[in-house]
Antibody, heavy 126, light 113 residues
Framework: QVQLQQSGARLLKPSETLSLTCGLH????????WNWIRQTPGKGLEWIGE???????HYNPSLKSRVTISIDTAENQFSLQLSPVTAADTAVFYCARRKTYYYGSGNYYRTYMDVWGKGTTVTVSS | DIVMTQSPDSLAVSLGERATINCRSSQSVLNISNNKNFLTWYQQKPGQPPKVLIYWASTRESGVPDRFSGSGSGTDFTLTISSLQAEDVAVYYCQQYHSTPVTFGGGTKVEIK
């Protein structure tokens, strides 16, 4: 059964860099997109961005200037960097697998998130 | 961005009764090429990540009880819990995957009356 393993809670100061890693257990990176989503009481669920096994990325335009998502298939993990952080970045960060739907000739749609990590609480405070 | 608006924000339903949650998108999420609505419903319990219930607006995920059903097309969608059970207390979210960025509704909290 596919599992996504996230690290423990983080405390950062404003202007620092947030680095999170999501480990993939019992599955393959191929055929999916690997996502980061965050959740706050005020803004709810917010999609941050995604990457596939070959390194192709898509980012939320609202965060694009501060976000980098990378993948290390040899280490079975993908990562998020967000810099610089502010108090507004305080949230629970989730990693998730996003399914693809193939419709022929190598074309596909990116669809919904079917497997989620347990989440990492990130607090940004001076 | 496509804005997803859910209603109500919360509802309280008696055990065994029907719960209905609505979701409206600011643009159609119907893909004309394959005639599928690019919409998902998630359930989230306290301290847990979201769990997918329904995708393509009306297809139940494997293992999800058949008391959960999704309907609608274009811009208006509904999640129905036909007979509310105690374990269904949660927050429910709709999400569109028609356009980037994917966007989520604000959530509907379901409680027992």
């Amino acid at each position: 059964q596919v599992q996504l393993q996230q690290s423990g809670a983080r405390l950062l100061k404003p202007s620092e860099t947030l680095s999170l890693t999501c480990g993939l257990h019992s599955g393959s990176f191929r055929g999916y997109y690997w996502n980061w989503i965050r959740q706050t009481p005020g803004k709810g669920l917010e999609w941050i961005g995604e990457i596939n096994h070959s390194g192709s990325t898509h980012y939320n335009p609202s965060l694009k200037s501060r976000v980098t998502i990378s993948i290390d298939t040899a280490e079975n993990q993908f990562s998020l960097q967000l810099s610089p952080v502010t108090a507004a970045d305080t949230a629970v960060f989730y990693c998730a697998r996003r399914k693809t739907y193939y419709y022929g000739s190598g074309n596909y749609y990116r669809t919904y998130m079917d497997v989620w990590g347990k989440g990492t609480t990130v607090t940004v405070s001076s | 961005d496509i804005v997803m608006t859910q209603s109500p924000d919360s509802l309280a339903v008696s055990l065994g009764e029907r719960a209905t949650i609505n979701c409206r998108s600011s643009q159609s999420v119907l893909n004309i090429s394959n005639n599928k609505n690019f919409l998902t419903w998630y359930q989230q319990k306290p301290g847990q990540p979201p769990k997918v219930l329904i995708y393509w607006a009306s297809t139940r995920e494997s293992g999800v009880p058949d008391r959960f059903s999704g309907s609608g097309s274009g811009t208006d969608f509904t999640l129905t819990i036909s007979s509310l059970q105690a374990e269904d207390v949660a927050v429910y979210y709709c999400q569109q995957y028609h356009s980037t960025p994917v966007t989520f509704g604000g959530g509907t909290k379901v409680e027992i009356k």
